[in-house]
């Protein structure tokens, strides 16, 4: 049995086996164009698509998580609208002569470290939404956009980090608990899983080898146990 102890979130026990959960995502290259006007077309039709998404992220936040967490879908509408993101992301793209991926991503990266660098640890939380919007759009631009699927079976949901969209994404029947290495206790995605009683679990080293093993979330001590004993599951159960 191995044992390792995070932040709870939700003061819940979960048992069940493991889901490492990819994110599908791929390295934004940087590639050289010489037609500026066709990536910024490329870029606003992204954007189109992202704000329809996220209007029925937002829809369906509304019905399972309230007014108040669905609102994170709102403000992300409004980042999508922001002056200083889409201004970066356009002079990338013509002065740099790039794709507009490579612009998403690179603004991205500058508002999230900005916001990071805040002292307020509200503002400091804002950099997992400025990351979810810009991994969106580049989604969107790649071709590569997921649906959060979870598979047949109830899972503990183990990964680097998760975002409000890929929380809303997932099927709440099969997720029994959420584990990830990377987040914070103010931000949305960790609102919104106390909101859904999800027990959850931060700050833990996550390992891509855990897959498919057996395990315990316990949100009252914040303990994580992998392959647990049967004294241990006895007591849990």
Known sequence: MEKYTGKSIFKGIAIGKILFYQKGEQPVKRVKIEDTAEQ???????????????????????????????????????????????DSVVNIIETQQVNAEFAVATTGDNFAKMFAEMEDDYFKARAADVKDISERMVNI??????????????????????????????????????????????SHAAIMAKTMNIPALLEIDTDSEWDGRQAIVDGYTGTLYIDPDEETLAKMQ
């Open 40 to 86: 910024i077309k490329r870029y606003e039709d992204a954007r189109a698509k992202a704000a329809e998404q996220l209007q029925g992220l937002y829809e369906k936040a509304l019905k399972e998580v309230g007014e108040a967490n669905a609102a994170v879908f709102e403000v992300h509408q409004m980042m999508l609208e922001d002056d200083d993101y889409i």
């Open 141 to 186: 631009l790649s071709g590569n956009e997921s649906g959060g699927a979870l598979g047949d079976e109830p899972v503990i949901v183990v990964t680097e980090s998760i975002t409000p969209t890929e929380l809303m994404e997932m099927d709440k029947d099969k997720l029994m608990a959420i584990v990830t290495h990377h987040g914070s206790d103010m």
